[in-house]
């Protein structure tokens, strides 16, 4: 079965339709930058342009990069503050018309959806695990025994007075022109201090720097999880939206085997390794 998916962060929006037996991409993903300001409206505009290059017709799954709930956003730290309290979900179904109906949730939650469900988090049904995705910010979700607690936005823990990703982030390194060595020496302070708050079993670490993975994760010392990179790299996200799309098509969500659920109320947290999100409807 083939979903469209569309990862909306604060460098660049990228989409592909996504197979979901194989949790891959069907075809070559296709992206185009933020605009800046990345305002509802700008960004909008280019999500619909990802959508219309691939000729979509069809529920689209879509992330972004701050707290989601009920397909209103409500935090926005890397985009245009416009962003807050809006029913984005409603504004992108508008913009890309009838019969694309757009379902959205956080983007970090979707990239943990699709890692816990086809990558590095795969049969992680026990213990805690967190995938962090590096990039403009910090994305993090948080799974206990295979169950996503969604939004937790752990970029913007406070760490030595500031938000923890504007020093460990990707941007962080680039923008300072960090050494691998002075980074993961940042990425290991955060590493450490989440730890301490959540004990997980697992760090997944994610966004487009994983697939650098071998420059800095043998650099970072001290951490009692097992740390890994994301087997999805940056396509998780869209991979996760794609999953997520698929969910809001049906009246609840499937169980591990692939039948459906009897439908019952949504929950603050969202089933996974399945991975399919009631709680982003």
Not at 64 to 71: A, E, H, S
Not at 162 to 188: F, P, Y
């Amino acid at each position: 079965m083939r979903v469209f998916g569309v990862d909306i962060g604060g460098s660049g929006i990228k989409g592909a339709p996504v197979d979901l037996e194989r949790g891959d991409l069907a075809e070559e993903r296709y992206k185009v930058l933020t605009p800046h300001p990345a305002t509802p409206e700008a960004v909008a505009d280019c999500v619909r342009q990802v959508v219309d290059h691939f000729g979509w017709s069809g529920p689209v799954g879509a992330t972004f990069p701050g707290v989601v709930t009920g397909g209103t956003t409500r935090t926005a730290a890397n985009v245009d503050k416009g962003w807050i309290g809006l029913d984005a979900a409603a504004l992108l179904t508008g913009r890309l018309g009838a019969g694309r109906p757009v379902t959205l949730l956080n983007d970090a939650d979707a990239a943990g959806l699709a890692e816990m469900r086809f990558g590095a988090g795969r049969d992680r049904t026990t213990g805690t695990v967190i995938v962090l995705t590096l990039g403009t910010g910090i994305g993090s979700a948080v799974f206990t025994g295979g169950r996503l607690l969604a939004n937790t936005e752990l970029g913007h823990l406070e760490l030595h007075g500031h938000d923890a990703e504007k020093r460990a982030s990707t941007k962080a390194k680039e923008d300072e022109e960090l050494s691998w060595q002075r980074w993961a020496h940042r990425l290991q302070k955060y590493l450490a201090h989440v730890e301490m708050l959540f004990s997980p079993d697992l760090f997944v670490i994610g966004g487009g720097v994983s697939r650098k993975a071998e420059k800095f994760l043998p650099l970072i010392e001290g951490i009692r999880a097992e740390i890994v990179p994301a087997r999805l790299r940056n396509n998780a996200g869209i991979v996760g939206a794609a999953m997520a799309a698929h969910a809001g098509r049906a009246a609840a969500p499937p169980r591990a085997d692939g039948a459906p659920s009897p439908a019952r109320p949504a929950r603050p947290v969202v089933d996974s390794p399945v991975g399919w999100p009631d709680a982003a409807r």
